[in-house]
């Protein structure tokens, strides 16, 4: 791995702890002549957001990006390092942390290892879409959507380099790490859909919104709404509706090669379109989208082996049974020996 040249830093500056790590950031760049721009991705002082791509390029292009927040700070970073595929490093001020690597007393030792290639590349599948037509926010509507949160990201533009092809969509260029999320936009109007599997009618739904998250995204909205835990070491689509209003409302699990159709009804109200949580579309009825796993995967840098669970342990508060745990703390699982032939498959094996 090359040691990094540019970095882009992307930063929850609401928080004072954030602010205090952001400045450790900077100063280890400048230390080492390596330059450091911020990406204030609410705003490009001119009162409007731009796309992931000019964002990038507005940063020099960026080979690392560093952000410092929680979650949310760390997909807005994703976003930005997608179409330069840049490294992300996510550095923790925030709530949960699920997604981000180390906390913010430890970002110069994460730093230096990231500049001596001393990480692990956990490359995670990403999601993208089609739809039967550029998506547009109407006027008025983004007001009402904000809860307090940054201004609304512009609709996607069509994918560079890329005709619109009626029959298979228009490309939009989207990344998410997460889901792309359909909801329902007025309390009283449930989202109608027909749901296609690759491009075969699976069900029709009323409901208030319809995930598809990719494993990573299982842990998030999908995990709320009742779905499984997916390993983000499956290339996967995890289907799952919210509050649907019938009795088959399971989530259903789909290989990355299986893209979902979304059309919307003829009675359903208007719906959203959300992209990793930002408001990115809204859709009426006989429009469609389609999502499938992207090509493009994006790089997260670990300090160490990805612990998924230990992660869903710690970080979700998982409580063990009380039951079990009169008969005493179960003991550590830990053969010193290499792994038996019979058990290693090719390639990296799991936890
Ligand atoms: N009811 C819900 O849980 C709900 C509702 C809307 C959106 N979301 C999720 O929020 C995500 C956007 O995150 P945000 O921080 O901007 O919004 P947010 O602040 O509303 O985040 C929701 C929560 O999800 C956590 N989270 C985000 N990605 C995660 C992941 N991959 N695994 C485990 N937890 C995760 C965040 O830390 C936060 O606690 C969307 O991609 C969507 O999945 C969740
Ligand atoms: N750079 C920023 N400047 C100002 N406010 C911000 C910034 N980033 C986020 N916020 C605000 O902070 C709140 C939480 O944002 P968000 O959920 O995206 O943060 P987060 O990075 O996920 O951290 P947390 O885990 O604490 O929520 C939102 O109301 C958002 O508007």
């Known amino acids: 791995m090359v040691p990094i040249e540019r970095v882009g830093l992307v930063v929850h500056s609401g928080k004072d702890v954030a602010r205090a790590a952001a400045a450790e950031v900077r100063k280890w760049a400048a230390g080492r002549g390596i330059p450091c721009v911020d990406i204030d991705v609410w705003d490009d002082g001119q009162g409007h957001r731009l796309n992931a791509r000019e964002e990038a390029e507005r940063a020099g292009n960026p080979d690392l990006i560093v952000t410092v927040g929680g979650d949310g700070t760390f997909l807005r970073g994703v976003r930005v390092a997608g179409p330069v595929d840049a490294l992300v490093l996510g550095v923790n001020v925030g709530r949960v942390g699920f997604l981000t690597e180390v906390n913010a007393d430890d970002v110069v030792r994460a730093l230096d290892a990231v500049h001596r290639g001393d990480i692990h590349v956990d490359a995670r599948m990403t999601l993208t879409m089609r739809a039967s037509h550029p998506l547009e926010i109407p006027h008025g509507i983004e007001e009402m959507l904000r809860y307090g949160r940054g201004p609304v990201l512009p609709p996607p533009h069509v994918r560079p380099g890329m005709k619109s092809q009626v029959g298979w969509g228009v490309p939009l260029d989207v990344l998410a790490l997460n889901d792309i999320v359909v909801e329902k936009l007025a309390r009283d109007r449930q989202a109608s859909l027909a749901v296609y599997v690759g491009g075969k009618l699976f069900a029709s739904y009323s409901a208030d919104a319809l995930i598809v998250a990719s494993s990573t995204g299982s842990t998030a909205y999908s995990f709320a709404a009742g779905g499984p835990i997916v390993s983000p070491h499956l290339d996967a689509l995890v289907f799952t509706p919210v509050a649907a209003h019938m009795v088959f409302n ?3 699990v789909l290989d990355k090669t299986q893209r979902i159709g979304l059309l919307v009804l003829e009675h359903s109200g208007d719906v959203a379109v959300s992209v990793d949580g930002q408001l990115r579309g809204v859709l009426a009825p006989g429009d469609w989208i389609s ?15 990805p612990d998924f669970l230990g992660r869903v342990r710690d970080r979700f508060g998982l409580v063990d049974s009380a039951a079990a745990l009169a008969d005493g703390q179960p003991p550590a699982y830990a053969p010193n020996e290499p792994m038996p032939p019979d058990l290693a498959h090719p390639g990296p094996n799991g936890d």
């Open 250 to 252: 399971r989530s259903v």
């Open 291 to 305: 999502v499938y796993g992207s090509q493009r995967r994006s790089k997260l840098a670990r300090l160490s082996e």
